[in-house]
Protein backbone atom coordinates (compact mmCIF):
# COMPACT_ATOMS: atom_id res chain seq x y z
CA UNK A 1 0.00 0.00 0.00
CA UNK A 2 1.20 3.35 -0.34
CA UNK A 3 0.22 6.56 1.33
CA UNK A 4 0.01 9.81 -0.85
CA UNK A 5 -0.02 13.14 1.04
CA UNK A 6 -0.16 16.61 0.01
CA UNK A 7 0.87 19.81 2.24
CA UNK A 8 0.96 23.39 1.09
CA UNK A 9 -2.09 24.67 0.03
CA UNK A 10 -3.41 28.12 1.03
CA UNK A 11 -4.83 31.68 -0.23
CA UNK A 12 -2.63 34.07 -2.18
CA UNK A 13 -3.76 37.34 -4.71
CA UNK A 14 -3.43 36.60 -7.73
CA UNK A 15 0.00 37.09 -9.60
CA UNK A 16 1.51 35.73 -6.33
CA UNK A 17 3.06 32.41 -5.91
CA UNK A 18 2.62 29.32 -4.18
CA UNK A 19 3.95 26.16 -3.16
CA UNK A 20 2.34 22.77 -2.77
CA UNK A 21 4.54 19.45 -2.48
CA UNK A 22 3.09 15.89 -2.15
CA UNK A 23 5.28 12.47 -0.22
CA UNK A 24 4.67 9.02 -1.36
CA UNK A 25 5.66 6.29 0.68
CA UNK A 26 4.64 3.17 1.91
CA UNK A 27 7.35 1.15 -0.68
CA UNK A 28 11.12 1.54 0.38
CA UNK A 29 13.01 1.81 -2.92
CA UNK A 30 10.32 2.62 -5.29
CA UNK A 31 10.21 5.37 -7.59
CA UNK A 32 6.36 6.74 -9.29
CA UNK A 33 5.67 8.25 -11.69
CA UNK A 34 3.72 11.13 -10.37
CA UNK A 35 1.08 13.26 -11.31
CA UNK A 36 -0.92 16.84 -10.16
CA UNK A 37 -4.50 17.06 -10.90
CA UNK A 38 -6.98 19.66 -9.85
CA UNK A 39 -10.79 20.03 -9.07
CA UNK A 40 -12.64 23.50 -9.27
CA UNK A 41 -15.79 23.62 -7.49
CA UNK A 42 -18.35 22.32 -9.97
CA UNK A 43 -16.08 21.19 -12.73
CA UNK A 44 -14.68 18.21 -13.20
CA UNK A 45 -10.95 16.83 -12.14
CA UNK A 46 -8.13 18.41 -14.80
CA UNK A 47 -4.37 16.89 -15.39
CA UNK A 48 -1.68 19.63 -14.58
CA UNK A 49 1.30 18.19 -14.84
CA UNK A 50 2.96 14.93 -13.92
CA UNK A 51 7.03 13.39 -13.86
CA UNK A 52 8.41 10.90 -14.95
CA UNK A 53 9.69 8.59 -11.97
CA UNK A 54 13.50 9.66 -12.71
CA UNK A 55 12.66 13.29 -12.98
CA UNK A 56 13.80 13.65 -16.66
CA UNK A 57 10.51 14.32 -18.26
CA UNK A 58 8.00 16.94 -17.16
CA UNK A 59 4.84 17.70 -18.61
CA UNK A 60 1.88 20.30 -17.65
CA UNK A 61 -1.90 21.57 -19.54
CA UNK A 62 -1.59 24.15 -21.71
CA UNK A 63 -2.81 26.70 -19.71
CA UNK A 64 0.26 26.26 -16.79
CA UNK A 65 2.86 26.23 -19.02
CA UNK A 66 5.51 28.66 -18.00
CA UNK A 67 3.74 29.44 -14.78
CA UNK A 68 3.91 26.19 -12.86
CA UNK A 69 6.96 23.84 -12.12
CA UNK A 70 6.71 20.05 -11.18
CA UNK A 71 10.07 18.71 -9.88
CA UNK A 72 11.31 15.93 -7.29
CA UNK A 73 13.42 14.52 -5.17
CA UNK A 74 13.41 10.98 -5.75
CA UNK A 75 15.16 9.81 -2.58
CA UNK A 76 11.89 10.78 -0.89
CA UNK A 77 9.50 10.28 -3.92
CA UNK A 78 8.77 13.93 -2.65
CA UNK A 79 7.23 16.51 -5.49
CA UNK A 80 6.40 19.57 -5.44
CA UNK A 81 4.10 22.11 -7.55
CA UNK A 82 6.09 25.81 -7.78
CA UNK A 83 3.30 27.92 -8.92
CA UNK A 84 3.78 31.28 -10.15
CA UNK A 85 1.89 33.97 -11.77
CA UNK A 86 -1.43 32.58 -10.08
CA UNK A 87 -4.73 33.46 -11.56
CA UNK A 88 -8.25 33.54 -9.98
CA UNK A 89 -8.97 30.71 -12.71
CA UNK A 90 -6.23 28.46 -10.73
CA UNK A 91 -8.40 28.00 -7.82
CA UNK A 92 -9.17 24.49 -7.32
CA UNK A 93 -8.62 21.51 -4.95
CA UNK A 94 -4.97 20.13 -5.88
CA UNK A 95 -4.55 16.41 -5.86
CA UNK A 96 -1.15 14.26 -6.14
CA UNK A 97 -1.07 10.97 -7.42
CA UNK A 98 1.18 8.55 -7.95
CA UNK A 99 1.69 5.39 -10.97
CA UNK A 100 3.18 2.30 -9.13
CA UNK A 101 1.86 -0.19 -11.51
CA UNK A 102 3.05 1.41 -15.15
CA UNK A 103 0.85 3.74 -17.29
CA UNK A 104 -0.08 4.34 -20.56
CA UNK A 105 -1.69 7.92 -21.02
CA UNK A 106 0.00 10.32 -18.11
CA UNK A 107 -2.64 13.27 -18.87
CA UNK A 108 -5.73 10.56 -17.68
CA UNK A 109 -6.58 10.25 -13.97
CA UNK A 110 -7.33 7.14 -14.47
CA UNK A 111 -3.65 5.67 -14.88
CA UNK A 112 -2.67 6.43 -11.75
CA UNK A 113 -3.11 4.02 -8.63
CA UNK A 114 -2.63 5.67 -5.45
CA UNK A 115 -4.12 9.55 -4.27
CA UNK A 116 -4.02 12.02 -1.61
CA UNK A 117 -6.82 13.89 -0.23
CA UNK A 118 -6.03 16.92 -1.40
CA UNK A 119 -5.28 20.43 -0.42
CA UNK A 120 -7.28 23.94 -1.25
CA UNK A 121 -5.68 26.45 -3.49
CA UNK A 122 -7.34 29.89 -3.79
CA UNK A 123 -6.66 32.68 -5.74
CA UNK A 124 -8.20 35.78 -4.71
CA UNK A 125 -8.41 38.67 -7.37
Known amino acids: QVQVAESGGGSVQAGGSLTISCAAS????????MGWFRQAPGKEREFVAH????????YYRDSVKGRFTISRTNAENTVSLQMNSLKPEDTAVYYC??????????????????WGQGTLVTVSS
Open 51 to 58: ISWSGDNA
Open 97 to 114: AASVFGMVNRFDANEYDY
Open 26 to 33: GRPGGRFA
